[in-house]
C-alpha cells in the first residue's frame, strides 16, 4: 500500500470528524485552545486506536461486528445531535450544558466518527499491511482536518449565533443516517 493510498483512505476517514468538529465550534463548545485541543487531539486519537484495534481483532470477528456497527454510530452522532438541537432552540441564557469537547459525549462522538477506522483496520488485516503506519497517518491528518474545521467553524459560530447549534446538530444526525444508509443499502 502506497503513501498516497493511506492518505486518501485517511482524508475519507476523516471527513466525518471534521464535520462534527465544524458543528461544534459553529455552536460555540470550541471556543478557547483547551476545547479545540480536546476534540482534535481525540478525535485523532480515536481515529488513530481503532484501525489498531481493527487489525488486532482480525477476520474471525469482522462479520459480526459489521452486522451492526453503522447502528451504533447513527444512534451515537442521533443521540449528540439532538441534544445539540435541543440546546440550540433553549432561548434561556446560561451556559451550555452539553459540552461536546468533554467527558462522555466527546467519547461518543470519537467512538461514532472512528468506526469506519476499525472497518480499515480489519481490511488491512486481511491484506497482511504492517498497521502502524497506516494508522498513524490516519490519526494526525484527522488531527489536523479536525483541527482546521474547528477553526472554521468558530468563525461561522460567531456571524449566525445559536442557529449554528441547531445546524450542527442536524449535521450530526445527517452524518449518522448517511452512515447508516451506505451501511443498509450499499
Avoid: C
Wanted: charged fraction near 15%.
Amino acid at each position: 500500500m502506497t503513501t498516497f493510498e493511506i492518505i486518501i483512505i485517511a482524508v475519507g476517514l476523516a471527513m466525518d470528524a471534521s464535520a462534527v468538529s465544524l458543528a461544534a465550534a459553529a455552536a460555540g463548545y470550541a471556543k478557547d485552545a483547551r476545547a479545540m485541543f480536546r476534540l482534535s487531539f481525540h478525535f485523532g486519537l480515536f481515529q488513530f486506536l481503532m484501525p489498531v484495534l481493527g487489525w488486532f481483532l482480525g477476520i474471525g470477528f469482522a462479520s459480526h461486528f459489521k452486522t451492526f456497527d453503522h447502528w451504533i454510530a447513527f444512534f451515537l452522532l442521533a443521540f449528540v445531535g439532538i441534544r445539540m438541537i435541543r440546546e440550540g432552540m433553549d432561548r434561556s441564557p446560561g451556559k451550555q450544558k452539553n459540552d461536546p469537547s468533554r467527558g462522555m459525549t466527546m467519547v461518543m462522538l470519537s467512538v461514532a466518527t472512528s468506526i469506519d477506522a476499525l472497518a480499515i483496520g480489519l481490511s488491512l488485516a486481511m491484506l497482511e499491511v504492517n498497521i502502524w503506519y497506516p494508522s498513524i497517518m490516519i490519526g494526525v491528518i484527522t488531527t489536523f482536518m479536525s483541527f482546521l474545521s474547528i477553526k472554521i467553524g468558530a468563525k461561522l459560530g460567531a456571524l449566525f449565533g445559536k442557529k449554528m447549534e441547531i445546524l450542527g446538530g442536524i449535521i450530526l444526525i445527517f452524518i449518522g443516517t448517511r452512515i447508516l444508509f451506505f451501511h443498509l443499502f450499499p
